[in-house]
């Protein structure tokens, strides 16, 4: 089996943020990483060269494979900004009882991947919708994996 390449580490997660040279993104990269600490209540650490993350959880495999991973994080790609919500997205493309507007429709522009969400700039979502989607995320994943 092929050893999993992104792992976290011991690199400076503030020096990593403090180099992006898109003074935009750097910006931005800031307030993602002080969302996602407050909402955690976890340091950053580096996962790779290139991902910020926040908190971790093991998981396992059909096959049997096992590895660790960041609760959440995010990477200031060239592109997009790039969130990890290992959640994924169903349940937030759903109405609720509290919501008739599901939670990603109120986000603003992005797009997703399987657990990724796309954001040009931050001013182009709502913060306080993202902020509810990480924590719900982050909730539902410490509850998934209980031996967080």
Known sequence: MTELKTRKNDASASAFLESITDSQKRRDSQVICRLMQEVTG?????????????GAYHYKYASGKEADWMLVGFSPRKANLTLYI???????????????????????KYSTG??????????????????RLIDESCKHM???NQSL
């Open 42 to 54: 976890e340091e950053p650490s580096m996962w790779g060269s290139s991902i910020v993350g926040f």
């Open 86 to 108: 290992m959640s994924g997205f169903d349940e937030y493309a759903k109405t609720s009882g509290y919501s008739p507007k599901p939670l990603l429709g109120q986000l603003g």
């Open 114 to 131: 399987k657990s990724c969400l796309y954001i040009k700039q931050l001013s182009d979502v709502n913060m306080d919708v993202l902020r």
């Open 142 to 144: 410490k509850v998934a």
